[in-house]
């Protein structure tokens, strides 16, 4: 086993700071691929208006070519499988209390995918470790030996709180450093370390704990226009997220047995908010069928990294839930965008006996201890076992458990949903999307496009105070699966196809 503790390595940088549901606040939602989202029927509403003049839309040979792309496949990764857990259809919030049910009293379960509260996050995974090392601290002896497996956010939090309550803890970690879902990179042709994973930082202990750090926090400002594909800029109306709301307001209402297995696709069009939405596009040419789709692709999409078909109709979606307080627009952005992240994790590294390179791959557990197989060969034996392997790994069996997890666990492992959001980083020689020059204390701004299925659904000028030509795309869902499968002049070539509306020539302003 390679006990060297994981080097943090990186510079501590920073340069922005949001949350994908400060994104989603404004925007939202998902249907970015072939799959049958709800489509509004012929026009059964508004006033037919003027068909807008119309533009062309930019060549994209006029999108300047980058000097610098970095991307993730968080879909491929196999200590990832996925990006983060969403609320499938089908798949009550609930389970994931069951998952983080103790098994015997020797394993549990941890990690984003196990907090109600906040799944899919930072805030989550941080949660999760807390409560995990909570719960062991009051059946478990002083001094007895605990192996964390996975170096993420939740088995850092579990590991120094449970070495804080006097236990011997190890914490095994597959790859060749820390941080997990946490991704902090030192690319070439980028000036300041790049985020490949979590990048929005919602809440303020983790806001003061990563300030404290020195990690970079910059807030994200909701955006306030889109653009059409012609680069004509226009206002972004709350009909997106109203009719989500009216739609998710909707499946409330039905049966409880109903309601946990309705997707949100579903709620829009059985609702009849999907045929409520003209077609018929206004003086810009975006019609409010447009504006919702643009809140799917943009903001459901990047919240859950699944489609409209897989979320259910109950899920959680910032900003887009009456019971949440819709955000209007313009509003003030709940989260911020972080940059340099590995250093907030030094101090894990620092207290902690951290081996990594270490890829566990049997967990056998009887009522008085816990033996762990290694793929190196190695065994060890301890205590109680704390497993933050991400869910999309579960969902595999690459981690097997003798005797087998109770029959419920396996059923949320099953049931709860793993989405996919790729991120890629590009710096360019001039910031050709930008009408003015940030000044020190503007917000992040984040660029969208309405009237067509884009395959980058947002993207976040992540130039920070300094202006740096550096745009981070958010890519999420279907589009994220069929993105990794290409390869980097193909996967350059669709994502900056995505910019031309923001190519200089393209119309600015409606
Ligand atoms: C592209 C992307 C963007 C995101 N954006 C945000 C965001 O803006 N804001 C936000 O709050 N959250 C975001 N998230 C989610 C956030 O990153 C996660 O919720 C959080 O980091 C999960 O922490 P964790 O400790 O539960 O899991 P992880 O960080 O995945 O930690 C689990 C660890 O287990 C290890 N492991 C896996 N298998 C084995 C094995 N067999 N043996 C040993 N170790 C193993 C893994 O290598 C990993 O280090 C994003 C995630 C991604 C991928």
Redesign the pocket.
């Known amino acids: 086993m390679d006990s060297r503790a994981a080097p943090g390595g990186m510079a501590r940088r920073t340069f922005l700071a ?3 549901s400060g994104i989603a606040s404004v925007v939202l939602a998902s249907c970015t691929g072939p799959q049958p989202m709800p489509t509004p029927p012929p026009t059964t509403s508004g006033t037919a208006t003027p068909s807008p003049t119309p533009t062309p839309t930019p060549p994209v040979e006029d999108v300047p070519r980058p000097t610098a792309m970095r991307r ?1 496949r ?1 879909g491929a990764d ?3 499988r ?4 969403f609320d499938a259809a089908g798949a009550a919030p609930e389970l994931r209390e069951t998952l983080a049910e103790p098994v015997g009293g020797r394993v549990f379960i ?4 196990t907090d109600t509260d ?8 941080r949660n ?2 807390l409560r995990t090392a909570a719960t062991i601290s009051d059946i478990a002896e002083p001094g007895e030996r605990i192996a964390v ?9 579990a590991a120094r709180e449970l070495v804080g309550h006097g236990f011997e803890v190890v914490v ?4 060749d450093r ?6 902090t990179v030192e690319a070439g042709g980028f000036d300041e370390p790049i ?8 809440g303020a202990t ?1 806001q003061a704990q990563f300030a404290e750090a020195s990690v970079d926090l910059h807030p994200v400002a909701p955006p306030t226009e889109a653009r059409t594909p012609d680069g004509l800029a226009v206002a972004i109306p709350s009909t997106g997220p109203d009719a989500i709301a009216t739609a998710q307001s909707w499946a409330a209402t039905q049966s409880e047995a109903r309601t946990r297995d309705l997707s949100l696709a579903t709620a829009i069009v059985e609702s009849g908010t999907a045929a409520s939405m003209s077609k018929t596009p206004d003086a810009t040419g975006v019609s409010p069928a447009d504006w919702l789709a643009h809140t799917i692709a943009s903001g459901v999409a990047t919240v859950t ?1 699944a489609t409209a078909n897989r979320v259910s109709a109950f899920a959680t979606l910032p900003g887009t839930r009456p019971a949440v307080d819709l955000p209007e627009v313009g509003s003030a952005p709940e ?1 911020e965008l972080a940059t340099g992240i590995a250093a907030a994790l030094e101090p894990y590294a620092a207290q902690l006996d951290i081996a990594v390179t ?4 049997r967990i056998v557990y009887d009522e008085r201890r816990v033996s762990l197989r ?2 190196s060969g190695e065994s060890l034996n301890v205590d109680r076992v704390v497993v ?3 869910l999309g ?1 579960l969902k595999t069996d ?2 097997r458990f003798s005797p087998s997890l109770p029959l419920l666990h396996q059923r949320a492992i099953a049931r709860l949903g793993v989405g996919l ?3 890629v980083w590009l710096r360019f020689d001039s910031a050709f999307w930008r009408a003015d020059d940030p000044g020190p204390g503007s917000s992040v701004e984040v660029l969208t496009v309405v009237g067509e299925t884009p395959t980058v659904a947002a993207w976040v000028d992540a130039g920070g105070p300094d202006g740096e030509p550096v745009l981070v795309g ?1 890519i999420a869902a279907t589009q994220a699966r069929r993105l990794e499968a290409l390869d980097d002049p193909e996967f350059e070539a669709a994502v900056l196809a995505d910019l031309a509306p923001f190519a200089p020539g393209a119309t600015a302003t409606g």
């Open positions: 949001a949350s994908l993730s968080w196999p200590f990832a996925g990006s983060f857990s941890t990690g984003e995918a906040a799944p899919g996050s930072l805030h989550g995974a999760s470790g497996i996975g170096a993420g956010l939740a088995g850092l939090t095994l970690e597959a790859r820390i941080g997990g879902r946490i991704d985020e490949l994973g979590a990048m929005f930082v919602r983790l990294g989260g270490s890829v566990v791959t290694l793929d933050t392997v991400p790994v690459t981690l959001v790729d991120t958010l």
